[in-house]
Structures are given as structure tokens and as C-alpha cells.
């Protein structure tokens, strides 16, 4: 077994890196991982529930503080440079760039009374961007394990989900909801992160994929998303709406026996994001019991009805997506689906370890004789959440 095998760069190399930089040594090397939502998808803010796991790609940032209030940042990724900011004078929505996930958190942290001071920062990530694997969480969770450390503020886990909520919500403005940040900061290796959004409860459940001969493949369809998409909030407009009109705090409270009555009170279109909530609900539970009972080669049946669910009713897939799912179960997947907030980003194949090179050459096939751009295939497993790592 090898759930902690890590891709990321080694702590000493990134140490010497800071030093080259900085000009000394960091206090220390953070690390946390990206997710990946196995099941449950459009339930967070819908106070359900949902199945991620942190994977084995994180971000790794070394730190230092400083004595005044100068933030100095930078990335082992693409050409930005050095940015350079005071961490005494943060206003939200005004920072562009990656510099809005490290300072958002630094900003959430004052705003709940802790004294953050300068600091500077070296990341390095091999989390992909924008593939629906959170690299923006895996920033956020690395700085705020690494502050809430060097600054002594105890906050515990449930603290540091809302904390780097509120830096997404408001110092970056996306409308992202607990679930990324709950599997970076509470994953663990070999398991799954089953979340109660409404309660932030998390019970870890095995997922060790390998054990039972099958691999967890991501296919990044390399479709971009995009949160402020009209798309996204249209879809959380419907689900308030049902609720309202079902009379329940929230589309959690709604029970798959009810979605017949609920069907005469709703408008057709409600009514099908309605029943996309209320089943894949449902289906988190269910694929939680059969990963304990019977383990992962039992719950493909729940990931395909999944991807049913979010393209006919929820209406989020894409062509890619759907082309990557159909493909990976005419060639061996025992289950998968399209993963993330949807209209593109990457699906998920659970697949025999046997299958697993006829799956990638049949999926990179289907994209080019489609005309779409090659998807990136990788293998994900479940890997420890943020910790100090030097
Ligand atoms: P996701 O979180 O799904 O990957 P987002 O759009 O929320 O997508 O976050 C992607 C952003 O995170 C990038 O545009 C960039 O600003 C930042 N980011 C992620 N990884 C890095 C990195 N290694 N270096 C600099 N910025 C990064
Ligand atoms: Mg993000």
C-alpha cells in the first residue's frame, strides 16, 4: 500500500529554495493536499452531505516571519514574481493573482482577532489548477495550518474550515461553501472524509482503492469552469427556491419519499434539481455503508447514478464529461462520474488496476476523435491532511 507516496517537492529543496530568496531559513515547511469529491456533489450548500478525500497532490509552502507588517510572496509556478504586500492594510476584492488565497487567510485570521504579522512565503504545488481539485484550498489550508502554528492562535479544525470559507467568500469572492477545505485540513490516508455540511461532523471512512484492485482516475478534461459562471448560481437559486416552497430550512430535510408530493408543488425544472439534491444525498449515505461493509469494489453503481443524476437533472455535465464517463465504462470502470462544481473540470473512474492502461488509451482515443483537447489522466489516493512536514 502506498497512500502517502507524495509527488510534491522535497521539503529540503524547497527549504534551500527560501533561503536563496529570503535570505534565511523559514520556521518551518507546511503542507496540504487538493481533494477530490468521490460522491455527493451540489449538496454542500445544500447542508447534505459529501464524500471527499485529500489526495496525494499537495501545495507546500515555507514560511517565515517576519518583524513588520510586509508580506513578501512567491511561486515555483509561472512567471509572476515576487509580490509584496502589508499585512496591515489587506482590503477584500482588491488583490488579483494567487496572492488573494495566502492574504485572504491572513485577512480571516485578523478579522477573528488574531495579530498576524509579515511574513514570506515560498509555494510549491503540484496541485493542477482549475481542474476542480481545490489547488486554491490546498494554498489556504497549508498557510492557515502554518500561521495558526507560528502565531500560537489554537484554532481548531472546525475554525480554520470557516476561517479560509470566509477568506474564499469574501477576501477572494467565490462562493465556494466548507467541503475543500474540511477534506485539505481533516483528510487522512487510506481514507475518506465523510462530511456533514450541516453540522461540519466528519467521520473518516476506509477507501484504499488499491487494496481491492482498483485504481481512483482523474480525467482533467481541461475544460474551464468558472465559479461566478451564471450556471452555478442559477442551480443555487433553484435549490432555495424548492426549499422554500417545500417548507424546509434546507433541501438536507427533504426525503427521497418525498420527492413524489414534492413533484406536484414544484415548477419541472425545480422539481429536477430538487430530485438531483435530494437522491445524491441519498447516495453519499449509501456508498458510506457499502465502502463500510462490503469496500470500494461495491459502490460503481452509486458513482454512475451520480453522473445520471447531475447530467439529466442537475444539468451541469458537458460533452468532455460526459464522453470521459461513457468511455471509461465501455472499457473497464466499474463506476464514474464528472466531479466538482461541473461545465467542465475533471471526472472520477474507479477502475480494475487490470483495466487501467485500456481506460487512458480509450479516453485519450475518444478526445481526439471527438476533436477535444487530450484530457491529463492521473491516479489520486487518499493522502494525509495538512501537517508540518520540516
Ligand atoms: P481550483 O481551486 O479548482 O484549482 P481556482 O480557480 O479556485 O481553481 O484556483 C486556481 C487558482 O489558484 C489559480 O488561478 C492561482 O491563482 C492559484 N494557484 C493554484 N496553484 C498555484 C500555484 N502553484 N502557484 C500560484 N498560484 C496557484
Ligand atoms: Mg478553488
Known amino acids: 500500500m502506498n497512500t502517502t507516496a507524495r509527488t510534491g517537492a522535497p521539503a529540503g529543496n524547497l527549504a534551500d529554495r527560501f533561503h536563496a530568496t529570503f535570505g534565511a531559513a523559514p520556521d518551518g515547511i507546511w503542507a496540504a493536499p487538493g481533494r477530490v469529491n468521490l460522491?455527493?456533489?451540489?449538496?454542500?450548500?445544500?447542508?447534505?452531505f459529501v464524500l471527499p478525500f485529500a489526495i496525494?497532490?499537495?501545495?507546500?509552502?515555507?514560511?517565515?516571519?517576519?518583524a513588520d507588517h510586509t508580506v513578501r510572496l512567491l511561486s515555483t509556478f509561472g512567471d509572476q514574481g515576487l509580490v509584496e504586500a502589508d499585512a496591515a492594510a489587506?482590503?477584500?476584492?482588491?488583490?488579483?493573482?494567487?496572492?488573494?488565497?495566502?492574504?485572504?487567510?491572513?485577512?480571516?485570521?485578523q478579522r477573528h482577532g488574531v495579530e498576524v504579522s509579515g511574513f514570506d512565503l515560498l509555494l510549491d504545488s503540484d496541485v493542477p489548477l482549475g481542474a476542480g481539485l481545490s489547488s486554491s484550498h490546498?494554498?489556504?489550508?497549508?498557510?492557515?495550518?502554518?500561521?495558526?502554528?507560528?502565531?500560537?492562535?489554537?484554532?481548531?479544525?472546525?475554525?480554520?474550515?470557516?476561517?479560509?470559507?470566509?477568506?474564499?467568500?469574501?477576501?477572494?469572492?467565490?462562493?465556494?461553501?466548507?467541503?475543500?477545505?474540511?477534506?485539505?485540513?481533516?483528510g487522512a490516508a487510506g481514507q475518506a472524509v465523510f462530511l456533514d455540511c450541516r453540522d461540519?461532523?466528519?467521520?473518516?471512512v476506509p477507501f484504499d482503492a488499491r487494496e481491492a484492485g482498483l485504481v481512483l482516475l482523474v480525467i482533467d478534461t481541461k475544460v474551464s469552469h468558472s465559479h461566478a459562471d451564471g450556471g452555478y448560481a442559477s442551480r443555487r437559486a433553484s435549490c432555495e427556491l424548492g426549499a422554500e416552497v417545500l417548507g424546509v430550512p434546507a433541501l438536507r430535510d427533504v426525503a427521497v419519499a418525498d420527492l413524489e408530493e414534492a413533484a406536484g408543488l414544484l415548477d419541472?425544472?425545480?422539481?429536477?434539481r430538487v430530485r438531483h439534491v435530494v437522491t445524491e444525498n441519498d447516495r453519499v449515505l449509501q456508498t458510506v455503508e457499502a465502502l463500510r461493509a462490503q469496500g470500494p469494489a461495491h459502490i460503481g453503481r452509486f458513482l454512475d447514478a451520480s453522473h445520471a443524476s447531475m447530467r439529466d437533472d442537475f444539468e451541469i455535465s458537458c460533452p468532455e464529461l460526459d464522453l470521459a464517463v461513457d468511455t471509461a465504462r465501455a472499457h473497464g470502470a466499474i463506476?464514474?462520474?464528472?466531479?466538482?462544481?461541473?461545465?467542465?473540470?475533471?471526472?472520477?473512474?474507479?477502475?480494475?488496476?487490470?483495466?487501467e492502461q485500456q481506460v487512458r488509451a480509450a479516453v485519450v482515443r475518444a478526445f481526439t476523435e471527438a476533436g477535444f483537447t487530450r484530457p491529463d489522466i492521473f491516479t489520486v489516493t487518499p493522502a494525509p491532511g495538512a501537517e508540518r512536514i520540516s
Open 268 to 272: 419541472p425544472e425545480t422539481f429536477r
Open 335 to 355: 463506476g464514474a462520474r464528472m466531479t466538482g462544481g461541473g461545465f467542465g473540470g475533471s471526472a472520477v473512474a474507479l477502475t480494475p488496476v487490470d483495466d
Open 56 to 66: 496525494d497532490k499537495r501545495a507546500t509552502t515555507a514560511l517565515r516571519l517576519r
Open 200 to 204: 461540519q461532523a466528519v467521520q473518516l
Open 138 to 186: 490546498a494554498i489556504e489550508c497549508a498557510v492557515i495550518t502554518a500561521l495558526n502554528e507560528l502565531t500560537r492562535a489554537r484554532l481548531s479544525a472546525e475554525d480554520m474550515v470557516r476561517l479560509t470559507q470566509r477568506a474564499e467568500n469574501v477576501f477572494v469572492g467565490a462562493p465556494t461553501g466548507i467541503m475543500d477545505q474540511s477534506a485539505s485540513l481533516r
Open 90 to 109: 489587506l482590503v477584500p476584492g482588491t488583490v488579483k493573482g494567487w496572492a488573494k488565497y495566502p492574504l485572504g487567510v491572513v485577512w480571516a485570521l
Open 39 to 48: 460522491i455527493g456533489e451540489h449538496t454542500d450548500y445544500n447542508e447534505g
